[in-house]
T-cell receptor, first 110, second 113 residues
Framework: SQQGEEDPQALSIQEGENATMNCSYK?????LQWYRQNSGRGLVHLIL?????REKHSGRLRVTLDTSKKSSSLLITASRAADTASYFC??????????FGAGTTVTVRA | DTEVTQTPKHLVMGMTNKKSLKCEQH?????MYWYKQKAKKPPELMFV???????INESVPSRFSPECPNSSLLNLHLHALQPEDSALYLC????????????FGPGTRLTVL
């Protein structure tokens, strides 16, 4: 079942700009993960942040987690055309179940 | 090898057909998953296998029948599907003992006529 809500639903930015998307969830989690999906393809894991972590970096990605507000954000810095994709947050509440948010569609204009 | 492969890439079937989707991984993962994804929607979990045993069935209709013949292979047998079952079917795998990321295959695009 879908637990996360993401906003915005869609985002259009110029190459080189930063893209920020947010994810809110409802129940307690073990970790929160972000995935990217290019059109009609499989999902690619980007980053995982555990419930006792507040911020994590990976290359041009920065993820924050606020468990008191049940929310997370994903920042992509210096965006490139190749970053055009749908981005999903997914919460892991246990028992191997990942609950995906509705996703944010990011378009990076050249 | 950090890849999950799925075959076929595309499948068109009639409502009376029987077909199978296949998934394979050689990363030593002991948890494998089937997801269904409709256009512009997030993936929805269907089944989870842990150490080759079915551990989660998300109330999926019996016309979908999963099978895990060994630790590297996962099948999804399809029979008497409905047009609304048309979707992208994604396979994924992960370590079973730790809460880690899932590795996804490219999916099978299924069309039911």
């Amino acid at each position: 079942s879908q637990q996360g809500e993401e906003d915005p639903q869609a985002l259009s930015i110029q190459e080189g700009e930063n893209a920020t998307m947010n994810c809110s969830y409802k129940t307690s989690i073990n970790n929160l993960q972000w995935y990217r999906q290019n059109s009609g393809r499989g999902l690619v894991h980007l980053i995982l942040i555990r419930s006792n972590e507040r911020e994590k970096h990976s290359g041009r990605l920065r993820v924050t987690l606020d468990t008191s507000k049940k929310s997370s954000s994903l920042l992509i810095t210096a965006s490139r055309a190749a970053d055009t994709a749908s981005y999903f947050c997914a919460t892991d509440g246990g028992d191997y179940k990942l609950s995906f948010g509705a996703g944010t569609t990011v378009t990076v204009r050249a | 090898d950090t890849e999950v492969t799925q075959t076929p890439k595309h499948l068109v079937m009639g409502m009376t057909n029987k077909k199978s989707l296949k998934c394979e991984q050689h990363m030593g993962h002991r948890a494998m998953y089937w997801y269904k994804q409709k256009a512009k929607k997030p993936p929805e979990l269907m089944f989870v296998y842990s150490y080759e045993k079915l551990s989660i069935n998300e109330s999926v209709p019996s016309r979908f029948s999963p099978e895990c013949p060994n630790s590297s292979l996962l099948n999804l047998h399809l029979h008497a599907l409905q047009p609304e079952d048309s979707a992208l079917y994604l396979c994924a795998s992960s370590h079973a003992s730790t809460r880690a990321e899932q590795f996804f295959g490219p999916g099978t695009r299924l069309t039911v006529l």
